[in-house]
T-cell receptor
Framework: DARVTQTPRDKVTEMGQEVTMRCQPI?????VFWYRQTMMQGLELLAY????????DSGMPKDRFSAEMPDATLATLKIQPSEPRDSAVYFC?????????FGSGTRLTVV | KQEVTQIPAALSVPEGENLVLNCSFT??????LQWFRQDPGKGLTSLLL?????REQTSGRLNASLDKSSGRSTLYIAASQPGDSATYLC????????????FGKGITLSVRP
């Protein structure tokens, strides 16, 4: 399975700013997951897609978070406006023939 | 709701020791179970994937077993090395492929030289 690349690796932003995180390559037929990891909560599922359609986004605060797949090889997670409590490491993952493959994560710090 | 528990949260062993990491889950209706390794500040690296129809998987010095009826999985590490120091997480997927994983909080392993 191909690796999953996330950008940016690190992001520091001020409260209220928009943040966009990217995840690729994502093959069109795979299922894509967004997870958030904090020391207190561990890994939490935010949303997941199959064939570019959202299946479950109940873990996301929908008033500020949005997850999309603009095309078959790219997934994005956007936070607008960002808040300090959003500070965490965000991972995307893909399910394929060898199970789940995770990206290296985006470390977000909102000050 | 599926709950995954990994106890203890941290473990320290001397180099060369064989060790077992435990994982328990509350709902036995799972599709698969996967063990991951996470180094500090890094992403998750998949170690072993066990489908619900399988009992165990092996890769090098690692062996993972699955007992669905008792809701348990173990990760056995043979002849531990300092390079094995990391956090080990288990995650279970409910019935149906491509379904979301539920993670344990992980066990932070330290192997002393």
């Amino acid at each position: 399975d191909a690796r999953v690349t996330q950008t940016p690796r690190d992001k520091v932003t001020e409260m209220g700013q928009e943040v966009t995180m990217r995840c690729q390559p994502i093959l069109g037929h795979n299922t894509v997951f967004w997870y958030r990891q904090t020391m207190m909560q561990g890994l939490e599922l935010l949303a997941y897609f199959r064939n570019r359609a959202p299946l479950d986004d109940s873990g996301m605060p929908k008033d500020r978070f949005s997850a999309e797949m603009p095309d078959a090889t790219l997934a994005t997670l956007k936070i607008q406006p960002s808040e300090p409590r959003d500070s965490a490491v965000y991972f995307c993952a893909r399910f394929g023939s060898s199970g789940y493959t995770f990206g290296s994560g985006t470390r977000l710090t909102v000050v | 709701k599926q709950e995954v528990t990994q106890i203890p949260a941290a473990l320290s062993v001397p180099e060369g020791e064989n060790l077992v990491l435990n994982c328990s889950f509350t709902d036995s209706a799972i599709y698969n179970l996967q063990w991951f390794r996470q180094d500090p500040g890094k992403g998750l690296t998949s170690l072993l994937l066990i489908q619900s129809s399988q009992r165990e998987q092996t890769s090098g010095r690692l062996n993972a077993s699955l007992d669905k009826s008792s809701g348990r999985s173990t990760l056995y590490i043979a002849a531990s090395q300092p390079g094995d120091s990391a956090t080990y997480l288990c995650a279970v997927g409910p019935t149906g492929a491509n379904s979301k994983l539920t993670f344990g909080k992980g066990i932070t392993l330290s192997v002393r030289p």
